[in-house]
């Protein structure tokens, strides 16, 4: 991708009229980071599927597994893009509970996440969340600079970012611009809401609800959350149902919806840079 070094608009306070794509997580996941506009946008899309709400603490599992994983691996930095509230379990918690020296770097877009975060214990020690998008990776590779050793291996977490950016923003470019400094042995964690095992009205609902907020869904097939991978060996299981991926007690999954056809499938894999 060419590089034009332009930083995203975007407001410097949160806006409480407009659902923010953060927020609406964190209401999934019972927080109390939100305004009642995101409340609002959550119960639309669970009133179109029940399973909005578990899939997405399984996501949340699945990250944390996935850090757990690699901070056990023995990766001592961990880039977090699009983290969201930064609220246990965390990515900062998950490698903490590993190692507390493991550095943490959050990214966000959203300014009330980036407020949660300095208000909070983050900004101290070997973690930090700051003001960053997807859509300009080179800013953010700017802002790691001083405190990544791109020597090293780092894992680069983007669990459910990549799906909010449209195909003509071309989202596998801009990974790779994310990825091109990252050293052998460094792992890329990525989840993705996919097209197979959810049904078509459920994508076609879900897409609806998300259309006023602050950016929109787009779901994809598993072959084109696998080429997001392309250059990576993926550790087993590969690319499965986030749930599916390294099991273990998510203690806060929740229960299940029994309601025929209103699954959502979101994807994840874990990919290694080879040497």
């Known amino acids: 991708m060419d590089d034009p070094r332009e930083r995203p608009a975007g407001d410097a306070e949160p806006d409480p009229g407009v659902a923010s794509v ?23 899309v669970i009133a179109r599927t029940p399973w909005a709400k578990p899939v997405a603490r399984f ?19 961990i880039v977090d893009i699009g983290c969201g509230m930064p609220n246990d379990p965390s990515a900062f918690s998950a490698a903490w509970g590993v190692d507390p020296g493991i550095l943490v770097v959050g990214f966000d877009n959203d300014p009330m996440v980036v407020a949660r975060g300095r208000s909070s214990a983050l900004a101290s020690g070997r973690g930090t969340l700051l003001r960053g998008d997807v859509l300009d990776p080179w800013a953010i ?23 909010f950016i449209p195909d003509d ?22 989840s993705h809401s996919s097209t197979d095992g959810t049904a078509p009205e459920v994508v076609a609902g879900v897409e609806d609800a998300y259309q006023s907020a602050t950016a929109q869904i787009k779901y994809r097939s598993d ?21 599916d991926w390294r099991p273990g007690p998510d ?8 309601v025929p056809g209103s699954v959502v499938r979101v994807a994840g894999a874990v990919g290694v840079l080879p040497a």
Not at 144 to 161: C, G, I, M, Q
Not at 175 to 182: A, D, Q, S, W, Y
Not at 223 to 240: K, N, R, Y
Not at 251 to 258: K, L, N, S, V
């Open 141 to 163: 590779l700017e802002d790691l600079e001083p405190l990544v050793d791109w020597s090293r291996p780092v894992a680069l977490v983007v669990t459910a970012v990549l799906q």
């Open 169 to 190: 923003r071309d989202p596998w470019g801009l990974l790779r611009v994310l990825r091109g400094p990252m050293a052998p042995g460094s792992r890329l964690v990525l």
């Open 223 to 243: 072959e084109q959350i696998l080429a997001f991978f392309e250059g990576t060996t993926l550790l087993d299981p590969g690319l499965v149902a986030v749930q």
């Open 22 to 44: 953060a927020r609406i997580y964190d209401a999934y996941l019972d927080g109390t980071d939100h305004f009642p506009v995101d409340e609002e946008a959550a119960a639309r």
């Open 251 to 258: 203690r806060w999954a929740g229960e299940i919806p029994d």
């Open 59 to 77: 996501n949340r599992a699945f990250m944390v597994r996935a850090v757990e994983n690699a901070a056990r691996a023995g990766i001592g930095q």
